[in-house]
Each structure stands twice: as C-alpha cells, then as structure tokens.
C-alpha cells in the first residue's frame, strides 16, 4: 500500500520568507509525527498528533514554527520568518495509533538561503 | 530519557553476517530495544525491537543481554542494499512518550 509521503521533496526559500510543508500519512493512522534531521546527525523530534489535536510540541524550538492537522489525516507544518539554521530536512512519520510502529516518509530537504 | 551508545561507523563484507553493538547501561525496566536504519535519501525504517527475548524477523535478529544492558542487532547476510545508518533507541512505552529519540547511530558501510 501507499506509504507516507511528503511534498515538496525540496524547498529552497530566502531567508525571512514562510514556507509550508505537507505530509500525507499511511490511510487510517491516527498518529502522526514530525522530526527534523540537520546533517549528520539523527531526527529530532518536534512536534505529534493524536487525531487532529497536538498532543506534545515540545520539540517545536520557537513560535515561528507551527504545525496543524485540521481533519486527522494531512499535516501542514508552517515556518515563518525562516532563518539560515532552519535548513534541515523535514521528516514525517505515522503510526497506526499511539506507540504502535511508525513509518517514515522521504523528508522534505528545506534550504534557507 | 536513557540514552544509547553506538560506534560511529562500521564496516562488513557483502555476504557476511554483520553486529551492530548497542549498550544502554541505564537502561530501565520498561524501556523497549528499537532497531531503525536509515538508507541514504530516506527517511528511518523500522527493523525490529524487543524487551527481554531474542527476537527474529525476516530483517535481522535482535540478542538482547540478560542484564538488558547492551543489545545487537544482527544482520545474516549482508548486502550492499544494508549500507545504512542504525539507530538504536529506547522507547518507553507511556503516555507522553511516544517520540523516537534518535543518537547519531552507526554508519554501516558493505564491502563487495
């Protein structure tokens, strides 16, 4: 079946611009999940939903970052005002409910020059 | 959160068995052993994971320490398409505690 995918696979963007980046989960998990992988190293979490609602954004590093669910499936995390160190890729993953194995889509390469 | 410690990187030869070494001396009672690897361009795949036993799927084979405190992922048979980075993780399965909190892994390089 259809994996989680995630669109555009690259974004290069100016530096102050906003940027949107969209995830398309597994057909009927209900848990969905971004991390953010600079170079080198591993994911780091940011932000999950349960449903349509964020049940923990503590990975979320400041206000200019922003992420909705609004009907429980896609998710559109929001960047304003990017910054050169938010270059990174963006990844997504879903799982078919909480704690249950989650899968990773291909990531989203975001360049802030 | 306990943490992992795995070597930087490794190298096997195709077609050889390769271990991949974890230890997690702080590791609690309820904490799960999880295995990702992530392909270059991709994001991380699930391997596999357990508590106490060793456990076997068509991937790998987990052997787990009797005192939990190091585990290895074991792959039978390498093939170049095992070139990947392996993260081990703990993952404690409470509310609140669903993120993956991923180290730097190993880098496992396969030698034709």
Known sequence: GAGVSQTPSNKVTEK????????DPISGHTALYW?????????EFLIYFQGTGAADDS??????????????????????????????????ASSLSLADTQYFGPGTRLTVL | DAKTTQPNSMESN???????PCNHSTISGTDYIHWYRQLPSQGPEYVIHGLTSNVNNRMASLAIAE???SSTLILHRATLRDAAVYYCILR????????????????LTIIP
Do not use: W
């Open chain 2, 67 to 69: 005192d939990r405190k």
């Open chain 1, 59 to 92: 990975g979320l590093p400041n206000d200019r970052f922003f992420a909705v669910r609004p009907e429980g499936s896609v998710s559109t995390l929001k960047i304003q005002r990017t910054e050169r160190g938010d270059s990174a890729v963006y990844l997504c």
């Open chain 2, 92 to 107: 404690l399965y409470n509310f609140g505690n669903e993120k993956l909190t991923f180290g730097t892994g190993t880098r």
């Open chain 1, 16 to 23: 102050g611009k906003y940027v949107e980046l969209r995830c």
């Open chain 2, 14 to 20: 195709e077609e050889e068995p390769v271990h991949l």
């Open chain 1, 35 to 43: 991390y953010r992988q600079s170079l080198g190293q591993g994911p």
